[in-house]
Each structure stands twice: as structure tokens, then as C-alpha cells.
């Protein structure tokens, strides 16, 4: 059987396909009823198309639903395109592939809960009396189709999913064949599958106001990257997420839960690259582990200036850290605390997890290292190569092996200068750490050629990943680009012009308040623009 994955092909063709945002059976506020409310007076309302659950947001939710914890969106669907978030909207397409994952990626779901007696009555709450259990169904259907769908459910939807596990629990006498086709039903329904976002027209054309579940569901995606909870969905029924002021209380008990620092991590790991290390697990773990407890510490733990980030002192590593830093060890398997001492190292850029990103042939590159400080930590456009150049191989020189000399052609002549210029520069100055974040002063298959750690950004000098830091920092170019990139996670699109007021104001008072990043994310949701939506053309 193939309900969802009918209702998700047939009701569905894409943002405005039936020329309303979206055709089919969209459980939620409609602007038909003549309600037209002022827009935001400064503006800054971002275009917003339907967004899919990327597959991290999927495994998350269906943690939260049901208990599974085996990651079934990973296992099961399409890779999402990551540039570099895996939620934008615009890069997201429904196709054939798609809708028959969802249908076996349900149908897994469903039948690992089932053969789970413990997890399989936590979700559907009551135990029924017998096959028929009129009463119990429809408790089942009420409460996840609540959670699932992140508002309550039309009392036609509560009669007609009830009836129908009701019919098939009858025929094979058996409640759980009905609590298994309705949940089947539900993990493939677009209300499910999408962050559907409808909302009541304004006075300005093509801007709608959400109403208080599609808050919630905004909300509760950007800080915590899963479906809303009961006591979101509760705000919502009593309108309480209704303001700037109320949207901002319901998120800072929110940032005191342990999903806001996975999230926090998360958008690091996309922004900065390494959210996939290419090293043994027990190295990745130790990577991840120390870059999360620094950001745990400056956001979380003790909330101070988030450029502390990038200029600490030390870090928290273990001992398998400490020998690959060459740094004491502090005894422990554990993230510690060890100062960075006269080490020449300083904050993030640091960190084995940000060095491993950007290696090619097999060792350090800089032209990549380069590009991914541009384009990644400076949000910068760099042009991409010629495409009769071949990128495929490694730059060779007939002077010398040593990888500086053969990087001489990319800046010194040809079609090529314009780029390199820009980016290979920023990585020679890193490149004394190795692509596990090693210190090193010559190259490991040419021991004769120095590494001296110089470069230099925009014509200004630096070496090391902590000339880098005081560089971005000291410039204002770190707050600027990470503001826009948490944007773009919390709206699911690159900023556009529509958009430009509302990141401008949340980087000025990111360094009005001392450049805490909670207060950004608080600013964030309480602009009276997170409250709508713009219309796509």
C-alpha cells in the first residue's frame, strides 16, 4: 500500500503548481478569509518557498516522534545538496526516487515500531481493548497526527484517518495493522514531509502573516533542527507565539535545551565544511567533540563574545588531540581543557576539524583552503575555473618539487592569476598544519622544501590560523558573513534583496550586544519580520 506516497504525488507538483503555492490536500491556515493585517513596517520579509525535512531534519523528527534512532531519512532517501546547508529550499525537487523512499522508508519506520512493544505503546498511548478499538484509534490518530503534521488535525481528518485504521485493523483483526497504516499514511504526507507555511494576506501583495503553528514549526526547525514539542504546539493553540515579544520568551527556554547546541554545532559543521571528516571514527569523534565543546562553552555554558570562538587561548582536547597537536596531554579520553601555550595556535581555525577540510592530492592544498576561507568564512564570490583547466591533477614546475615553487604559475601568469591571487595566498599561510592539523615545518614527501607559514589576505600579511582570526576579526569580516549564513539556515535560501533589512539590522545588533550569539538567535526570531512570509513570484 502506497497512501502517502499517492498523496504525496498526486497532491503535489512543486511550489505553485496550482498557481495558490501548492495544490492538494494542505491541512492549515488558508488566506481565503478576507483577514488582511498590516505587513512588518520596515520590510525585510524574505521570499519563502515549501521546504522539504532535509534527511538530518528528518532523522531528528522521527527521533522525537517515535524513538528511532537509527537515522531512516540517512539510510533511506536522496543525499541533499549541501551548499553549504542542506536545507534550501531551491535546491530541492520532488521526483520519482523521492516518493518511493518515503514509501520504504515508512514502511521500515512503521515496522520496527510495531516489533518494539516498549516504543510502539509510548507512541500510540493507550492500549486497546480489541481489534475495533474505536476509542484508542482515534486517541492514536489525535495525538501523533498533532506532532506529526505540527498542528492539530481537522476534525474530518481525525474521522476519516480513525475510520480507516479502524477498517484494515479490522479485516486483519489486528489494532496494530490499523495503527500501521495510519502511521504509514502519515510519514508520507506532504504536511509531513514539507514545512508548509500558508499563513493571512496583508496589504502588501504577496506578504502573508503565519499563524501561530507555522511559528512554532519555524521556530522550532532553526533552533533545535526537529518538529515542535507538546509545549510549543500548546503555545500555538493558545496563540501565544502570536508577537516579536512572545516568539522570543518560547526561544530562550528553547536555547536552554541540549538540541540547541547540537543545532549550534551542526551549523558550524555545514558552514565551516567539516561536518564529514575524512579520517577513522575515533579521530572524527575527537575532532567533533573538541570543536562543540568550545562552542558549548563560549554560547552555552559561560555566554560571552562569540569572536572567543576564533581567539581562544586553548582548547578542549583529549589525549589522541594532544599528540596529533603536540600539545600536553591531559590524561583524559575526554575533552579537556589544555592552554595552547607559545604552540602558535588560537581558536577554531585551529582546530584538526576545520584543517581537515580542503585537502586534495593527498596533502594540503592551497588553493582549496583558500577558497573555502573566501567563499565559507568570508562569504565571498570567487570565480570558477576556466573549464578547459584541468583541476584534476596537482601544479607541477620543472624548477622544483616543492609545492610552493609549483604553485608559482597560478600567480604569476596566465587566465588563472585573477583567482589564485585571491585565494592561494590565504592558504600558504596555513599551510604549516598539515590536513589532520599537524604542526609541521617542512612537506612530508619532500623533506628538503621549508614550509615558512607565510601568506597574506587582501595584501595584509599573517601566519597561521591565528594571524587568520585577528585578521577576520579585527576587520569585521567573521561577524558579517556567519550573520548572513544563520540567516540562511534559519530561512532555508541565500539572502536576497528582500531580505536585506533584516540581516542588516541583525549585524548591527550583534555587535551592539557585544557579539553574543544567543542574542543574535534571539534577535533573529524577534524581528517582527520572522512572522511572514513573501510570496514567490
Known amino acids: 500500500m502506497a497512501l502517502g506516497s499517492a498523496l504525496l504525488a498526486g497532491c503535489y507538483q512543486g511550489p505553485g503548481a496550482d498557481g495558490e503555492g501548492g495544490g492538494g490536500d494542505w491541512s492549515g491556515t488558508a488566506g481565503d478569509d478576507g483577514i488582511v493585517e498590516p505587513p512588518p513596517s520596515d520590510g525585510g520579509v524574505g521570499l519563502v518557498g515549501f521546504r522539504r525535512l532535509s534527511r538530518a531534519e528528518l532523522d531528528e523528527t522521527l527521533h522525537d516522534l517515535l524513538g528511532d534512532q537509527t537515522r531512516p531519512g540517512t539510510q533511506f532517501l536522496p543525499e541533499d545538496v549541501v551548499d553549504p546547508f542542506d536545507n534550501d529550499y531551491t535546491h530541492q525537487a520532488v521526483s520519482t526516487v523521492l516518493i518511493e523512499s518515503l514509501e520504504t522508508m515508512a514502511t521500515d519506520v512503521s515496522e520496527r515500531l510495531l516489533a518494539d512493544p516498549a516504543r510502539r505503546d509510548q507512541v500510540v498511548g493507550c492500549q486497546p481493548s480489541g481489534p475495533t478499538d474505536a476509542g484508542c484509534m482515534e486517541s492514536f490518530v489525535t495525538s501523533l497526527g498533532r506532532r506529526a503534521l505540527r498542528r492539530p488535525l481537522t476534525a474530518e481528518q481525525i474521522e476519516s484517518w480513525t475510520a480507516l485504521g479502524l477498517e484494515f485493523a479490522e479485516q ?21 514531509i514539507y514545512r508548509v507555511e500558508v499563513g493571512r494576506p496583508t496589504e502588501d501583495a504577496g506578504v502573508f502573516r503565519l499563524d501561530d503553528y507555522e511559528v512554532a514549526t519555524r521556530l522550532s526547525y532553526f533552533i533545535w533542527g526537529t518538529t515542535p514539542s507538546d509545549e510549543l504546539l500548546d503555545l500555538a493553540d493558545d496563540e501565544a507565539l502570536s508577537t516579536p515579544e512572545e516568539v522570543r520568551a518560547a526561544a530562550e527556554w528553547m536555547l536552554a535545551d541540549t538540541r540547541a547546541l547540537d543545532r549550534v554545532d551542526r551549523f558550524h559543521a555545514m558552514w565551516l565544511g567539516y561536518y564529514a571528516l575524512p579520517h577513522p571514527p575515533e579521530l572524527t569523534t575527537s575532532m567533533r567533540d573538541e570543536t562543540r565543546s568550545l562552542l558549548a562553552d563560549v554560547i552555552f555554558d559561560a555566554p560571552r563574545s562569540y569572536l572567543e570562538v576564533f581567539r581562544a587561548a586553548g582548547s578542549y582536547i583529549d589525549d589522541t588531540l594532544a599528540e596529533l597537536y603536540g600539545l600536553p596531554s ?103 598544519y598539515d590536513q589532520m592539523g599537524r604542526f609541521r615545518t617542512v612537506e612530508a614527501e619532500n623533506p628538503q622544501c621549508t614550509i615558512t607559514g607565510e601568506g597574506s589576505i587582501d595584501g595584509q600579511a599573517f601566519s597561521g590560523p591565528a594571524g587568520l582570526s585577528d585578521h577576520v576579526i579585527d576587520n569585521e569580516l567573521l561577524d558579517t558573513c556567519m550573520v548572513s549564513q544563520l540567516y540562511r539556515l534559519a530561512m532555508g535560501h541565500e539572502v536576497g534583496e528582500h531580505d536585506l533589512r533584516y540581516v542588516d539590522d541583525l549585524q548591527a545588533s550583534f555587535r551592539e550586544q557585544g557579539h553574543r550569539f544567543d542574542a543574535l538567535v534571539l534577535s533573529l526570531v524577534g524581528d517582527e519580520a520572522f512572522l511572514y512570509r513573501r510570496e514567490e513570484g
Not at 176 to 184: I, K, M, N, Q
Open 172 to 192: 486483519r483483526s489486528d489494532f496494530y495493522e490499523g495503527v500501521d497504516t495510519v502511521l504509514r499514511l502519515l510519514l508520507q504526507h506532504p504536511n509531513f
Open 330 to 432: 591531559p590524561g583524559s579520553d575526554q575533552p579537556t581543557w589544555v592552554d595552547y601555550g607559545s604552540s602558535g595556535r588560537q581558536g577554531l581555525l585551529s582546530h584538526g576539524s576545520f584543517l581537515s577540510v580542503a585537502a586534495k592530492f593527498g596533502d594540503t592544498s592551497p588553493t582549496q583552503r583558500g577558497l573555502l576561507v573566501r567563499t565559507r568564512l568570508l562569504c565571498q564570490q570567487v570565480a570558477p575555473p576556466p573549464p578547459n583547466v584541468d583541476v584534476d591533477n596537482p601544479p607541477e614546475s620543472p624548477q622544483s618539487d616543492c609545492k610552493y615553487d609549483r604553485y608559482e604559475a597560478h600567480r604569476s601568469e596566465g587566465a588563472c592569476f585573477g583567482c589564485h591571487e585571491q585565494i592561494d595566498p590565504i592558504g600558504f599561510g596555513l599551510e604549516q
